[in-house]
């Protein structure tokens, strides 16, 4: 295929392959897991340099998505694109003369700090009553300081306690979808699918 998106992990590729199956996105290109965020940025020029027509990357914003952003600005611009001082909120696409279309989502939703997971958390259904459960459990154990996690990693905690919690406990978040515990009919969820669809198809 001459077309790619580059994620960051295992998760990522498993959610995405659900949601365009949901939505039935034509699979006109390769999802590609680089095995964490370094690999990822360091494999953007040896992509754009192969015979490629598309490229999209997703990418966690993590606790700082304006760092995140110069960051890539930087590779991207070196390559030889102009890159926005910020990103689209509906998802940056960047076209350039005899480079190839060059699309970026930054998790969870391309304005705020986050990752994968606080893009699940908009998949749980509007009506969903265990989640509250879930972030009052979360609170108690912050506020008696047991909980092991980062302040970064709350949305992990909460999207994988709210799985253990549903009809098949540790469901992973891909199956999730497949399972309908998650929807993916959510302005978010459609936003992707929309940059998708633009970007490939």
């Not at 949601?19 to 999802?31: G, M, P």
């Not at 926005?84 to 003369?97: A, M, Q, R, V």
Request: hydrophobic share 40%.
């Amino acid at each position: 295929m001459d077309k790619v998106l580059l994620v960051e992990g295992k998760d990522d590729l498993f959610v995405f392959s659900d949601i365009f199956e949901k939505h039935k996105v034509v699979q006109s290109f390769e999802i590609i897991d680089k095995v964490g965020v370094t690999s990822l940025l360091k494999s953007i020029p040896i992509h754009v340099k192969t015979d490629i027509s598309s490229i999209g990357i997703v990418i966690d914003a993590d606790s700082d998505i304006e760092k995140r952003w110069v960051s890539l600005k930087s590779i991207l611009s070196k390559i030889g694109y102009n890159v926005p001082d910020k990103p689209n909120s509906l998802g940056t696409i960047l076209y350039k003369k005899d480079l190839p279309d060059f699309g970026v989502w930054i998790m969870p939703n391309n304005n705020e700090n986050g990752m994968l997971e606080d893009f699940v958390k908009y998949l749980i259904p509007e009506n969903d009553k265990i989640m509250p459960f879930v972030e009052r459990t979360l609170l108690r154990l912050e506020s008696e300081n047991l909980n092991k996690y980062k302040n970064i990693h709350k949305s992990k905690a909460e999207i994988h306690t709210w799985l253990a919690w549903q009809k098949t406990p540790g469901t992973p978040m891909g199956l999730a979808i497949t399972k309908t515990y998650l929807e993916t009919g959510s302005e978010m969820c459609l936003s992707f699918v929309n940059w998708i669809n633009k970007l490939f198809n």
